[in-house]
């Protein structure tokens, strides 16, 4: 069993910085597929972002590409997603989220096994 709490979200205006977080329960964090997604209200959760399991290798929305950044550290059970220049579409209530495969590069949610309870992101214009 994963337990993930987010936390970082928070009000900013358009073109401020973020730095979400999730903290990882049990030790097998290091061999999980960490993602990022997000949802605003009355719309699907999205992929937002991904990262593999030895943090070489990512993947992005093109919407956020340049502008959002995931990286983790295994060593504290932690994954994050800097997010710069941001943008009142952005505005959503993201979610972290654990899973064991990299196929489709962890832009497909029913690959994850394990989510959040997720954190608010508010971009006033």
């Known amino acids: 069993q994963v337990q993930l709490v987010e936390s970082g979200g928070g009000l900013v205006q358009a073109g401020g910085s973020l730095r979400l977080s999730c903290a990882a329960s049990g030790r097998t964090f290091r061999s999980f597929t960490m993602g990022w997604f997000r949802q605003a209200p009355g719309k699907e959760r999205d992929f937002v972002a991904a990262i593999n399991w030895s943090g070489i290798s990512t993947s992005y929305i093109e919407s956020v590409k340049g502008r959002f950044t995931i990286s983790r550290d295994n060593a504290k059970n932690t994954v994050y997603l800097q997010m710069n220049n941001l943008k009142p579409e952005d505005t959503a209530v993201y979610y972290c989220?654990?899973?064991?495969?990299?196929?489709?590069?962890?832009?497909?949610?029913?690959?994850?096994?394990?989510w959040g309870q997720g954190t608010q992101v508010t971009v006033s214009s």
């Open positions: 989220a654990a899973g064991q495969r990299w196929t489709s590069y962890g832009t497909n949610r029913n690959d994850y096994n394990y």
